[in-house]
């Protein structure tokens, strides 16, 4: 069975840091792309960041371009989401989510890590 | 940018009713590259058809899709009390991914 579980989420100041951490299992981790998916409080949801399975491709939102880093350890099976210069407007749950057989719909969420960003 | 939009907002029915729910693109989504998931309050969103029409894995036969270039939709032919929820279709034919705004099938 398909396992992704997200860490790091937490309450930080506006401008400050986070590393969200996704801890994946139940499926070959190194063949996949993964990504990064946000729901703000109340809202819809938001794409933010894809990572090619061998990792020589990255995908950004455009909100968070320059801001953020996607990167993974495939000997730890484990996606990263460095977060940089965080607003308040980055508020939200973050889902890692796993991209289904070479495309990018996603077949596998974990059940989200909360980043509240406020003073 | 392809934008989805996504109607009705709101979808109120009763169980055993059928529920028709829309996805417009902005602009030709080729190859059908278009999802459906649904999401459940406080829960992670669930995967149901992907490439327009295309099942998961465990998915029951109520949940349709159908469509093509920029009309999409999904289909639930019998309302079960589980299948009140909010519902999001998703392109990924092109960078950005995004997203549509959500139907929420509520209780008549």
């Known amino acids: 069975e398909v396992y992704l579980v997200e860490s790091g989420g937490g309450l930080v100041q506006p401008g400050g840091s986070l590393r969200l951490s996704c801890a994946a299992s139940?499926?070959?981790?190194?063949?996949?792309?993964m990504s990064w998916v946000r729901q703000a409080p109340g809202r819809g949801l938001e794409w933010v960041s894809t990572l090619s399975a061998n990792a020589d491709s990255t995908f950004y939102a455009d909100s968070v371009k320059g801001r953020f880093t996607i990167s993974r350890d495939n000997s730890k099976n484990t996606l990263y989401l460095q977060m940089n210069s965080l607003r308040a407007e980055d508020t939200a749950v973050y889902y890692c989510a796993k991209s289904g057989s070479g495309y990018h719909y996603f077949d596998y969420w974990g059940q989200g890590t909360l980043v509240t960003v406020s003073s | 940018e392809i934008v989805l939009t996504q109607s009705p907002g709101t979808l109120s029915l009763s169980p055993g009713e059928r529920a028709t729910l829309s996805c417009r693109a902005s602009?030709?989504?080729?190859?059908?590259?278009l999802s459906w998931y649904q999401q459940k309050p406080g829960q992670a969103p669930r995967l149901l058809i992907y490439?327009?029409?295309t099942r998961a894995t465990g998915i029951p036969a109520r949940f349709s899709g159908s469509g093509s270039g920029t009309e999409f939709t999904l289909t639930i032919s019998s309302l079960q009390s589980e299948d009140f929820a909010v519902y999001y279709c998703?392109?990924?034919?092109?960078?950005?991914?995004?997203f549509g705004g959500g139907t929420k099938v509520e209780i008549k």
């Open positions: 998703q392109q990924y034919n092109n960078w950005p991914l995004t």
């Open positions: 490439d327009a029409s």
């Open positions: 602009q030709s989504v080729s190859s059908s590259y």
């Open positions: 139940g499926f070959t981790f190194s063949s996949s792309s």
